[in-house]
Each structure stands twice: as structure tokens, then as C-alpha cells.
């Protein structure tokens, strides 16, 4: 398991990471946590020239208040997602996503930026980034651009992000009070998701006031359960209303078949997933 | 020292090793660095069944830092065939089976080109300088499809798929009745096939080699389980003397049965060292390891069970086909012949026939893996009883007691042919059942299942046994199985009156150094911590057949034993010359020789000393206490216990969820508590990852697509219940410590014990049987109604690969 031969540089500005980027050329591969680029390195599936680590870039880690929104800096740890007081408060259903990510040495390692961009059908942060509106911001030497969540996941291991950008930090709107859950199904507890279904819900005494669900691996891109969230508004959080609801779970999705499901029992996990995430929200 | 010390034995120690292997200040091969030493990697063919009509290594041959680059028809004359020492029948079709192809490749990850290079990244890259054309033949993967008359052939040389058949039959034997009869007159008939999915060993630390070939000896480390039978197997298969090859495994992380080979990258790291007298290392990478170690399982096994209403049974028929997968490695053909022993379990079956084909297909050899057999047997024959009581209407553990043997019908000769010494199994069982509240988990069970539950529990019973401690060396002759089975001991008795214990059993996990300390120490009244355990170097520990099959305690261990006895009967005569009075006066006890009835004693140390001075001895005694044996055990030891283990199904998903499992486990006398509770704890995940979780799976092409651990599911603790373990004793009568092995127990129980809790959870909804590994999609789909033999890990092309990015991730 030795990876081919690559240059590599660690600066320690965004800006300076951006210039090696451009130098770089196609050749160079970003590497952020390391926790997906690394076996695919040590496999030899891939073999850039130039490796720009992220990892001495202060700026891209922490979360801060800005007005409405949460910045997620990119090379934020899924462990210090997962216990930040503000992603906690204002966008819970991020923290509890989070929580189930791989193992915990994974989620010391791992990093939300850079998981998002590596647009992994089966990564359980794209759907809550999806269903929560974030805007993914981005670096160049153009400057800095804002790309809508539904708008970055363009498709298998695919994001808008343009050759020579870095994606820097995540804006999240606050969801403040809302409740939500993460229902992952997978066979072991350190696998990547069959079906995931991320739901976020604000609830006034037993009503469903709003809803925003997000699918993983239900596409090549994760799905946003617009059906779902509609049939749901209004609606008493009654485990039949609920289970109703859930029956559009599938709009909007193309799953493929693998070892682990195939299409039919994919898309009967999807509805009862969803059911159940949204019962868990609502609770 | 007046008070007698407390007995070692019993004692739940920590393990001596745990400190250096936790600590990592060890050495496993792969950390192993000599002088000079140079570092190999190997290209494997990508294809399951092709000829190989060219092979261009010119570009790797100029790559930097190359030393050799050798291909199959460079060493095609010096490489032999690598060895199989289990002929299970006099027409057994063998094929040749080289280290490295030469022509022909018969399975994807065979060995086809081999670089040595200055480091292991240069070795690495120059192997994208080998270009290998191809020539496609035709894949054969599936068993039935192999023996059909039609079918493509792995060795079209042999002129068949077909290895051997090998039958028991009992009427033939004279052990029985004629199983045909026991069918055709019985009140009730149940025939049932399972699928024993492919397994792989997936040991902690993958396979390394280092060949030093600059010495008189050439001296191989290998991170193997048999160092003394591949010393002997390197000088049979490349007629190389013996005696100028040394063989050490040092601390080995692991082995499960796939470190009991003999491996082709052994065979060339040895002939790359030497012509290039230089020393070599190779270590796999994990996707190697799980692409060509030897895997483990693999078979369809047809069973048809005959019994009277009341649930009497009164005949077995096992048929079976194995998958050999494409050679026959060291004991490849054995594996499911360890099993035909065991289809009778704990019970006593008046009529038993046992056919097994044995198959080659276009796959990774298959090999043995923890239970080898056994694992097998059992799981059949407890699914068997559990289908069997489904069909009476009787409670299965109420089917398995009225036929079980009973405690005092011990010592009972079985079906087919074992003499099991003793057993206690409704004491295990009744145990087993206080822990687990088996009334009140059925309370619970008839609950759910009144009010629809979306939740089902189930609840799956093993009443094992299984034979091991490998092996009365005529059993294996009778078998046609190339090597005995006994055991090597030694001590060597240190002036300063410390020990050295030298054993033929070779560790790579289990703990002989605790628990070999900690036996020796009672038996020579030393101090526990004044012993030492040398093991896994042909040169400080000449002989011995290695650790395997649960034998290193019923078999090392006596060995050891026996040494410790002539030790005491060397230093006798010293101790009474020392004392003045005769040897027959003396009694040893605590480390001390006391003349009988008085104060008057001389400690073993003392004597060690005196030996050592060798000034005063007696006339004709030599100066030395070191003592060695061999040991060749009288049977099998036949552990056993009962499982019991509540599932809870989601019938809504599939997913299964185990809530409880008790293990009663009955290993006769236990050495240490704590070794003996890891063996069960490991074992039982080991098992149970058979019935959940692992399987190796090859596309149509004939490529693993569980070629990584992101696809091949080891489960970690997080996926485990929290197990309830106790044990009941029933000392073996056939060995002096009353002792039984341990190593193997828990993943022979535990397999049947889930998936019969499986069936049982959704029995009502029509469910009689789900294939290994009970995923929740092939439980979902089976609660549907489904086909049975539903798509499984893998089955659609590209499955299985998880989410490694080929594209290279992030852009």
C-alpha cells in the first residue's frame, strides 16, 4: 500500500493554497482530512503529482456567529462539529449527522469541508447540507464565490466546484429550535450508509410548522425530499400522518443497485427511513 | 516457604506477552531490517482464468532502484509446486501448483512477476513496468455448474473439476445402520441445503516474509503459524537440506488457520534472497491478503435427517460439495473431511452417511479457517434439529436433549467412529438457560408475535461439541494426512535455578507464554515469573508441528509436562545424593525435594546449581537436569457447550439486532480464566460475523469484489451484544491435566445459534431458512417471500465496492 510518487506542499493561507492550486495544474489533488484521498492514494486508483494539504490553514477551522447564518470553516473536524456549541444550538441536525459519521478516529481525522467536497453519494453530510439550504463558499484566483447546496452536488464524486477552487467555509441559516435526527442504515457500525435520511423539524405544540428532509445515497447526489416536507407541514406529528407523509419519499430519487440493496428494497428503505427520522425529530 | 504457594493453574493471570504486543515494542516481521536487505513486491494476474502468452518486463527492469525483476518461467524450474499434505484419497486429482504462474493463471490474484528493488516503493512502481498479455478462458465459479458433464475446465489436464469424494458410510463401517433404510422407514423426513458462504481469515497482520540468506543457514521469518512445518515443506518442495534452513515466526498478530500454509510468496521471497544473496522482505498489502491468503468455507451442504414422531432420530445423510478453489494448498482438501465427524454433533444418530466431492473452481484456494470443518458441521446439524422440531412441533432444545448422550453413557463411541472421553451436556444446557431466562424470553416472544410487533425476537440454540486438539498421529495416518500429530517440549533448567520452557507449539495470539509459565510453575514449584517460554525458531525450539486446531494445550502443553516430569526424575537422585539418603526416601513438592518425614529438603534451584558446579554427583549421573519429550496424544479432546442467543428482527427493514447471547462453554479444566474467556469472546465474533456479516464475494468475472475491509464486513465491537459467558467442567480423562481446547469452540457454536434465532423471529411469516450472511436486505426479502437465494453481497456487478472514489475523490 504505497502510494505513487507526489509533490507536496503545505502552505498555510487560503490565499497561498490557492496559488499552489493554480500552479499545480490538473495533476494536483486537495487534501483535506485524508480519510477518503488516502486509500484511494494507497491503492494506487489515483496518483496526482502535487498534494496541497490543507491541514496548516488556521483560518479554515472553527465555526463562528455570522448574523444569521453559521460559518463552518471547511477543515472544521467532524469531532469539534459534533460538540460546537453554536452547530449544536442553531443547527442541530448537522451535529447529530455528524455524530454518526464513520468511527472516532475517522471523525478526528475527517474534516466537514472536505467531505462535502468529495460529493460521496454515501456520505451522510451532503443530505442535512442539502435539506438545510447551506451555501458552500469558494476560493480561486478569481476570488470568492457562494454556490448554493443545491447547486454543488452536480454528481457522483462531482461538485461545482471549478478547476483551481477551494471550498472554504459552509454557511448555514440558523434553525434555531428545531429539532431533527439522523436515521442512518448500515450492516456494521463503521460503514458507509445503505439509506440515510436527514430531518430537521420545527414543531408548535403537536404541529409540524416545517420540515426539511435530505436523502443519502438514494442518487448519485443526495435528494431533497421536497414531497416529504410538503405532505408534512401542517400536519399533526401522529406516527400516520407521519408514515403518510413518508410515501413521497421517492421523488426526485434514481438509485442505483449494490452489494449491499438493491433497487426495490433501496427505495422500501427510503420510506420507512423517513418515517422513522422524522418520528425521531418530532420526539 | 512454609504455606504452600496457590496453584498457578486456575489462576486468570494477565498474559506475559500483552505488555510488548499492546506497547507495540515488539517485533513483528514486517519491522524486521537487515543489513544490505532488499524489498520485493509481486504483480498478480487480474484475471481468474487465462494463459499467459507474453510477458514484457523490459520497462520495469530499467526502473530505478531494480535489482530483479523474475517472472514464472524464470523459476519455473527451481520452484517446485507448493505442497499438499492431506492426499484424502488414493485417486485424488492434484494439480500442479507453482509459487509464480508460468503459463496458465487459475485464480485473480495469483502470482504472476516478481520485482526486487533497493526500497518497497521502488518495488512497487517498477511493477507498472511488467505488461502481461492475456489469453481469456473460461471462468468456473459456481459449484454445480463445475461438476456438470459439460463444464469447463480449471486444469484441463486433470480432465475434470472433480478433486475426490470422499464417504463414510456407516453401515460399511460397521459403526451403524444403513442410512437409506433409516429414510425410507421414517415417520418424518426433513431435507435442508445450506450454503456455507466463502470466508476469509482476515488476521490482524498481514503475511510478511524476510529471507536472510547470507548466513551458513538461510533463516526465513515468516508471520507464519508453522514454522517447523515449513522449514520441512521449503526442503521438500525447492530441495533445499533442511538443515540449512532456519524458519522463525516471532510474534505473529493473528492467524485464524490462514497462517497454516505455505505460501508461494514464502517460496519466491526464499528463491529471490538467495539468488540474489541478499537478504529479502515482502509484506502483503491488506487487498492481497484478502485477495490470495487462502480463504476459508465454501460449501453447499444437502442434509436429509430421519426421525420418529417422537422425535427420535434415526438417520443422517450429508452430502456435500466443497470449493477448493483453484489448488490444493497445504491441507486444502481436509478441511470438510474434518467436518464428516462431526454431522453426529452431541447426539447419538443409529444410521449416518457423509459424501463430500471436493471441487475446483477459478477462485482463491480455500483453506482452514478457525473450526475447519467443524464450524461447518455444526451449523448444519443445529439447523438440522431446529427444522427437525419445527416439523414435530416439539421445543428444539426438548428434540436436542432426547437425543443427546447422557452425562453417564461417557466415555461413548459415536457414529462415526470418535470415542468422546466426556460430557456434561445437560448441565451446560441448564446453565445456559438460567442465564438467559429462556422461559421468559419465549413469554416475551409469543408476546410480539400476538401483536404484530414490527419488532420479531427469536431465539437460536447450539448445543456443540467439536473435536480438536490435533491429533492421535494413527488417526491422522488412517486419514492419509502426510505428518503426525503429537507434540515437542523441553526445559532447560538455568544454574540460578530459572527456567527456560521450549515448546513446538508456535503462538501468534493465544498466550502459551502465560499459560505454559503458569503449568510449569506448579508442576516445578518455580516462580511464575522465573519461567520463560521459547517457541517459533527451528533453532531454539528444533522440533514441533506448530499451533493449529485447538492442540497447543491438549497436546503443546502435555509435551511441556512430560519435559517437567523427567526433570524432576533427573534431579532426584542429585537431591537425595546432596541430602545423603536415597532417591526413594525423597518426595518433590513446591519446588522442594523433602526426605519423607522429616525438615530435611533441597530446593529444585539448588539442584540446578549443584548440576551446574557438577562438582559432587553421583557416579554415573551427567550433569544436566534439561529434559525434553514428545507427546502423543490418545484422542481428541471434545469440548462442548450450549449458545443461546436472542435476535431481534426488524421486520420492517430486516436489519437484526442480537440482544443477548449466553455461552456455557465446557473446556474441561481451565488454565487461566481470563485466556479462556478472550478464546470464547473472540471466537464468538469470529462465528457470528458468519451468520451477520462477512463473505467474499467474486463478480461474474471471477474478481473479489470484497477486496478491501470497506467491502468485507469484520464487525468490531460496536456490532456486538455485550456476551454472558460461564462455564461448567467436565475434566477430560484423556490427557493429565483433564484440559480441552478452547480456540475454536466459540466460532463453532456460534454461527447456527444467530441464524437459528433468525428463522425463529420470522418463522411465522413463512420463513424456514435465510442464506450467510443474513443481510438485512436477504432477511427483508425472505420475510417478503422472496427468493430464498436472494441477490446478495456483490451479486450485481460493481456491488461491493463501497466508496472508494476510482476517480482519486475530492476535485
Known sequence: MIPAEFDYVAPATVDDAVRALADAGEEAKVIAGGQSLIPVLRMRLAAPTKLIDLGKIAELRGVREDGDALVIGAMTSHYDVMRDPLIGEHAKLIAVTTSTVADPQVRHRGTFGGSLAHADPAGDLAAPALALDVEMVAHGMDGKRTIPASEFFVDYFTTALRPGELLTEVRVPKYTGWHAHYEKFNRVAQAWSIVGVAAAVQVEGHTIKQARVGLTNMSSVPVRAGGVERALIGQEATPEAIKTAAEHALEGTMPVADGNADIAYREHLAKVLTSRAVTAACR | MTMAAEPEVGKGRL?????????????????????????????????????????????????????????????????????????????????????????????????????????????????????????????????????????????????????????FDSAEAGTGGNVDEAIAGAEVTVERTFRQQRLIPAFMEPRSVVVDPTGEQTTMWSATQIPHILRLMLAMTLNVPEHKVRVIAPDVGGGFGGKLQVTPEEVITFLLARKLGRPVKYTET???????????????????????????????????????????????????????????????????????????????????????????????????????????????????????????????????????????????????????????????????????????????????????????????????????????????????????????????GQGHETAWSQIVADKLGVPFEDIEVLHGDTQSSPRGLDTYGSRSLTVGAMAVLSAADKVIEKAKPIAAHMMECSPDDLEFSG??????????????????????????????????????????????????????????????????????????????????????????????????????????????????????????????????PSFTTDRTETPSTTNALGVKGVGEAGTIASTPAVVNAIVDAIRHMGVNDVEMPCTPMRVWQAIQGGAQSAAGLGAEPGGGMGSIDPEGGAR
Not at chain 2, 530435611?600 to 548440576?611: C, F, K, M, P
Open chain 2, 15 to 167: 498474559r506475559k506477552e500483552d505488555a510488548r504486543l499492546i506497547t507495540g515494542r515488539t517485533r513483528w516481521t514486517d519491522n524486521i531490517s537487515l543489513p544490505g536487505m532488499l524489498h520485493m513486491a509481486v504483480l498478480r494476474s487480474p484475471m481468474a482464468h487465462a494463459r499467459i502468452t507474453n510477458i514484457d518486463a523490459s520497462e520495469a527492469r530499467q526502473a530505478p532502484g531494480v535489482l530483479a525483476v523474475v517472472t514464472g518461467a524464470d523459476v519455473a524450474d527451481e520452484q517446485g509446486s507448493l505442497p499438499c499434505a492431506w492426499p484424502i484419497t488414493e485417486d485424488m486429482k492434484t494439480p500442479n501448483a507453482p509459487s509464480m504462474a508460468v503459463d496458465q493463471v487459475n485464480f485473480a490474484g495469483e502470482v504472476v512477476a516478481a520485482v526486487v528493488a533497493r526500497s518497497a516503493a521502488e518495488a512497487q512502481d517498477a511493477l507498472e513496468g511488467i505488461d502481461v498479455d492475456y489469453e481469456d478462458l473460461p471462468v468456473v465459479l459456481d459449484l454445480q455448474e463445475a461438476i456438470a458433464d459439460d463444464a469447463d475446465l480449471v486444469h484441463p489436464d486433470l480432465g475434470t473439476n472433480k478433486s475426490a469424494t470422499w464417504i
Open chain 2, 286 to 508: 491488506r487487498t492481497e491478503s484478502l485477495a490470495s491468503a487462502h480463504h476459508g468455507r465454501d460449501q453447499l451442504q444437502k442434509l436429509t435427517i430421519a426421525a420418529r414422531r417422537d422425535g427420535t432420530v434415526t438417520g443422517l445423510k450429508v452430502e456435500l460439495l466443497a470449493d477448493m478453489g483453484a489448488y490444493l494448498r497445504l491441507v486444502t482438501p481436509g478441511v470438510p473431511i474434518l467436518g464428516a465427524f462431526m454431522y453426529n454433533a452431541i447426539y447419538k444418530i443409529p444410521a449416518y452417511h457423509f459424501a463430500c466431492t471436493n471441487v475446483f473452481t477459478t477462485k482463491t484456494p480455500t483453506d482452514a479457517y478457525r473450526g475447519a470443518g467443524r464450524p461447518e458441521a455444526t451449523f448444519a446439524i443445529e439447523r438440522m434439529m431446529d427444522e427437525l422440531a419445527t416439523e414435530l412441533g416439539m421445543d428444539p432444545l426438548e428434540v436436542r436433549e432426547k437425543n443427546w448422550i447422557k452425562h453417564e453413557e461417557f466415555p461413548y463411541t459415536t457414529v462415526s467412529t470418535l470415542t468422546y472421553d466426556s460430557g456434561n451436556y445437560e448441565a451446560a444446557t441448564a446453565r445456559a438457560k438460567e442465564l438467559f431466562d429462556y422461559d421468559g424470553l419465549r413469554r416475551e416472544q409469543a408476546e410480539r408475535r400476538q401483536r404484530g410487533d414490527t419488532v420479531q425476537l427469536g431465539i437460536g440454540i447450539s448445543t456443540f461439541t467439536e473435536m480438536c486438539g490435533l491429533a492421535p498421529s494413527r488417526v491422522l495416518g488412517s486419514l492419509s494426512y502426510g505428518a503426525g500429530g503429537w507434540e515437542y517440549g523441553a526445559i532447560r533448567m538455568l544454574p540460578t535455578g530459572k527456567v527456560e520452557v521450549i515448546t513446538g507449539s508456535s503462538a501468534h
Open chain 2, 591 to 720: 519446588g522442594k525435594f523433602t526426605v519423607r518425614g522429616t525438615d530435611t529438603s533441597t530446593g529444585i534451584a539448588d539442584v540446578a546449581l549443584a548440576v551446574f558446579a557438577a562438582h559432587d554427583l553421583p557416579d554415573g549421573v551427567e550433569p544436566s537436569l534439561d529434559s525434553d519429550a514428545t507427546y502423543d496424544p490418545e484422542n481428541f479432546s471434545f469440548p462442548h457447550g450450549t449458545h443461546l442467543c436472542a435476535a431481534e428482527v426488524d421486520t420492517e427493514t430486516g436489519q437484526v439486532r442480537l440482544r443477548s447471547y449466553v455461552a456455557v462453554d465446557d473446556v474441561g479444566k481451565v488454565v487461566n480464566p481470563l485466556i479462556v474467556e478472550g478464546q470464547v469472546h473472540g471466537g464468538l465474533v469470529q462465528g457470528i460475523a458468519q451468520a451477520l456479516f462477512e463473505e467474499a464475494v467474486y463478480d461474474e468475472s471471477g474478481t473479489l469484489m470484497t477486496g478491501t475491509l470497506a467491502d468485507y464486513l469484520v464487525p468490531s465491537a460496536a456490532d456486538m
